[in-house]
């Protein structure tokens, strides 16, 4: 079964299109470039985007060609799995189906089973404190910014979903604290 897709991959930041014989970006390191991982950029300013989360010591964004469809036809062949009879492929390239073009507008979050614990480094809060006021700190105070900061995180994710990604990222934030 072949699914024709109008593009060959979305770049990883963005979420961009990235057509067939186009130009794009790549990490020059290897693990970014893994067939599990896989990392394609529209732009060099998608690729440094990703640096602060993947923490790499020495990287570079090298240029490269996507292949044409019958090169990507031929790929997808060739990346069948082993054990045809599993239910996971071991390796599946993304296609443009409707339930991945339209990005998710709402998000469940799960009730926490387990009991609300602190979110904060209590040492380093009243460390902060002293120092910035000469004020000591109350304990019954991380409860209350615990609380303050799963509200932040639920709506976080909430904006997270309604881009589209699986990742909470520090923009998800900007709208919340402007």
Avoid at 52 to 57: G, I, L, S, V, Y
Avoid at 65 to 87: I, L, M
Wanted: with cysteine.
């Amino acid at each position: 079964m072949t699914i024709n897709s109008p593009y060959w991959r979305r770049c990883n930041s963005c979420k961009k299109e990235i057509g067939f014989k186009e130009r794009y970006y790549a990490c020059s390191v290897s693990t970014c470039n893994q067939k599990r991982t896989g990392l394609v950029f529209c732009s060099v300013s998608c690729w440094d985007m990703h640096l602060p989360f993947a923490k790499h010591r020495n990287a570079s964004a090298v240029e490269k060609r996507s292949p044409s469809f019958a090169e990507w036809e031929r790929q997808k062949s060739e990346d069948v799995p082993v054990n045809s009879n599993s239910s996971s492929p071991s390796h599946t390239l993304p296609v443009n189906t409707p339930q991945e073009s339209q990005p998710p507008t709402t998000v469940n979050l799960h009730e926490v089973t387990q009991p609300h614990d602190i979110l904060v480094v209590v040492s380093k809060l009243k460390k902060y404190v002293r120092e910035r006021s000469g004020m000591n700190t109350s304990d019954s105070v991380m409860n209350v910014l615990s609380d303050h900061l799963r509200a932040l995180c639920d709506e976080g994710i909430r904006n997270s979903a309604k881009a589209g990604r699986k990742t909470l990222m520090d923009r998800d934030f900007k709208s919340i604290l402007d």
